[in-house]
């Protein structure tokens, strides 16, 4: 299954501490969108990256969050110094290069943050 | 920005019921238009979409048409299935822009 691939599903951490999520694309995508998901909420778009580059981060939050997909390896969205807030499910998507209209975005089954 | 305006839930349907999910959006250009559906635990999986006005989209029993002159995208099913029990998002988008869901409706299908 050459599916969209995250980790960890679910990941623990103090406030404080730095929080790393991964997310490989499908085979053959460059582009790739990260959203997050409150409990009882829709997803939230946060960033759009394509290789090396960021495209849009206009849902991203000005400090502490960062993202990156670099040239070889997987997208990573970081978080810097959590907060309970940051408590949520964060789904990675990726769509194909091809250009046009109708391109869907495929998603991860997300990883599952929890702030203690 | 996009936005979107989705019947709000949850909805609790009998088996074979017929299922409606009202979707209507604000959007820049002439986006595609998506319905998504999350499982329990799950990521969300496409569900079907439509790229142009008057388009239908279909798939597992599932239909919407892009109505762009109501500027609405309302998901049907004929006759539901416990199986279908799921949070459904509409989603205006595409390739290369970002996704804006709604607050997705939980549907609940009983035997």
């Known amino acids: 299954n050459a599916g969209v691939m995250q980790n960890p599903r679910h990941l623990v951490r103090r406030r404080g501490q730095e929080a790393r999520l991964r997310c490989s694309p499908m085979?053959?995508?460059?582009?790739v969108y990260w959203y997050r998901q409150l409990p009882e909420e829709g997803l939230k778009f946060m960033v759009y990256?394509?290789?090396?580059?960021?495209?849009?981060e206009s849902g991203m939050p000005k400090e502490r969050f960062s993202a990156e997909f670099p040239k070889e390896g997987p997208s990573i969205l970081r978080i810097q110094q959590v907060v309970r807030g940051d408590s949520a499910a964060y789904f990675c998507?990726?769509?194909?290069?091809?250009?046009?209209?109708?391109?869907?975005?495929?998603f991860g089954d997300g990883t599952r943050l929890s702030i203690l | 920005g996009d936005s979107v305006t989705q019947m709000e839930g949850p909805v609790t349907l009998s088996e074979e019921a017929f299922l409606t999910i009202n979707c209507t959006y604000t959007?820049?250009?002439?986006?595609?238009l998506f319905w998504y559906v999350q499982y329990p635990g799950e990521g969300l999986q496409l569900l079907l979409k439509?790229?142009?006005?008057?388009d239908k989209g279909s798939n597992k029993g599932f239909e919407a048409t892009y109505r762009k002159e109501t500027t609405s995208f309302h998901l049907e099913k004929g006759s539901v299935q416990v199986s279908d029990s799921a949070v459904y998002f509409c989603?205006?988008?595409?390739?290369?822009?970002?996704?804006?869901f709604g607050s997705g409706t939980q549907l609940t299908v009983l035997p």
């Open positions: 998507a990726s769509s194909p290069q091809k250009k046009g209209v109708g391109q869907p975005q495929h």
């Open positions: 085979k053959g995508h460059s582009h």
């Open positions: 990256l394509q290789k090396e580059n960021i495209i849009d």
């Open positions: 959007a820049t250009g002439y986006p595609s």
């Open positions: 439509a790229t142009k006005a008057d």
């Open positions: 989603a205006p988008g595409g390739s290369a822009r970002q996704l804006t």
